[in-house]
């Protein structure tokens, strides 16, 4: 007998910088550093509760240009996760670039090799599945991928915002991760 396909997965993708956790304009690279956004928990437990899986999305360059260790940002990442643990929110997925700025790879966003990585590991729907950033390249890297985008105006997203007309523009630009949750497409 045939088995029937799997069914796609309710997922969002979320940057981590500048959305989930404040932007410090260098790198988070202690624990001691990392400061939820205002309303993030709150937005991150809404997806959850409506039945997202929470995928984390993020260039970490600084590791591979050598700015802070692996292990500094293994720290990092395991905090983040541990607090929203507490919180009954769980991360499906954490995806990160570690290579440098200059490496030429293929997984530093506006590239897409993140979402590929996240693709071999879930099985969703990317023309109707989000990805959520405050980065002119986040929403690029989105839709190259053939993404839906919101843009959150925390993190660079104000300023971002002017870079995103035309074929760039996001299907939504909101104040926030919070704002986010709150839109119509997240049912
Ligand atoms: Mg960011
Ligand atoms: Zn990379």
Redesign the pocket.
């Known amino acids: 007998m045939k088995s029937s396909p799997s069914p796609a997965s309710k997922l969002v993708f979320i940057?981590?910088?500048?959305?989930i956790n404040v932007?410090l304009g260098g790198y988070v690279t202690r624990p001691e550093e990392f400061r939820f956004e205002r309303g993030a928990v709150a937005a991150l437990k809404k997806f959850s509760g409506k039945g997202y899986k929470i995928i984390v999305i993020s260039n970490q360059a600084g590791v591979g240009d050598g700015v802070f260790m692996e292990t500094q940002l293994e720290a990092v990442q395991q905090h983040m996760v541990e607090a929203l643990k507490k919180e009954n929110v769980p991360i499906a997925g954490t995806y990160y670039c570690l290579h440098g700025k200059q490496a030429g790879c293929a997984c530093r966003k506006p590239k897409t090799g993140l979402f590929e990585q996240a693709a071999a590991d879930f099985y969703f729907n990317p023309r109707e599945t989000f990805f959520i950033?405050?980065?002119a390249g986040?929403i690029e890297a989105g839709k190259r991928f053939g993404l839906k985008t919101v843009l959150v105006r925390t993190?660079?997203g104000r300023e971002d915002e002017k870079k995103l007309t035309g074929a760039l523009a996001p299907d939504a630009a909101v104040d926030s991760l919070e704002a986010a949750a709150d839109l119509e497409f997240f049912q």
């Open positions: 940057d981590r910088d500048g959305v932007d950033g405050d980065k986040d993190g660079y």
